[in-house]
């Protein structure tokens, strides 16, 4: 599985204006609907059940939340860039300003582990975290994304 794989060019969102992670939260469940035909209710409530368990906030302004849904045809990501970054519980108390939200079918334990894995590994690479952050057009921010992995180690 690469990001690719998960990851549409329409569920790349440079987000302004938000200020909380429940407005956050709402975006992305909204563009989430949209793109997989679940109910946007059902996906914002999976996401702020499982960020209640504990902040999907990593560190370094980074978060990658994360829910189960019943029905979803697989493994889908949406990326979210914000203009000002937001409180969001962090690990190390830091705002927020580039998240990784994914959504898995009921039951999709390894390949949703695998998902996690593959997009916590590329957030760990800091020239793409920073290329990231300079960046505020999505089609450009989803070509950085879903470049093959050995791309972003090259050079």
Same mark, same amino acid.
């Given at each position: 599985?690469? #990001? ?8 790349? #969102?440079?987000?302004? !204006? +938000? ?8 975006? #992305?469940?909204? =563009? %989430? ?10 996906? /914002?409530?999976?996401?702020?059940? =499982?960020? @209640?368990? &504990?902040?999907?906030? /990593? &560190?370094? !302004? ?8 019943? &029905?979803?045809? !697989? $493994?889908?990501? #949406? ?18 300003? /580039?998240?990784?939200?994914? /959504? ?5 334990? %390894?390949?949703? *582990?695998?998902?996690?894995?593959? $997009?916590?590994? *590329? ?5 793409? +975290? @920073?290329?990231? =952050?300079?960046?505020? @057009? ?16 090259? %050079?």
């Amino acid at each position: 599985m690469e #990001l690719a794989d998960i990851l549409a060019e329409r569920a790349v #969102l440079c987000c302004t !204006g +938000v200020e909380t992670k429940r407005q956050l939260f709402e975006q #992305l469940a909204e =563009r %989430a609907a949209e793109l997989t035909g679940s109910p946007q209710a059902e996906i /914002l409530s999976a996401i702020v059940s =499982r960020e @209640d368990l &504990g902040s999907t906030g /990593l &560190g370094n !302004g980074i978060a990658i939340p994360h829910g189960k849904i019943a &029905g979803l045809g !697989g $493994v889908t990501a #949406l990326f979210a860039r914000l203009d000002q970054p937001i409180d969001f519980d962090s690990l190390d108390d830091q705002p927020v300003d /580039l998240v990784v939200m994914l /959504l898995a079918p009921t039951g999709a334990g %390894a390949d949703h *582990l695998k998902a996690l894995s593959i $997009v916590a590994r *590329l957030l760990r690479t800091e020239s793409v +975290v @920073d290329e990231l =952050r300079r960046m505020d @057009d999505s089609a450009r921010i989803h070509a950085l994304l879903t470049a093959p992995i050995a791309t972003h180690y090259a %050079a």
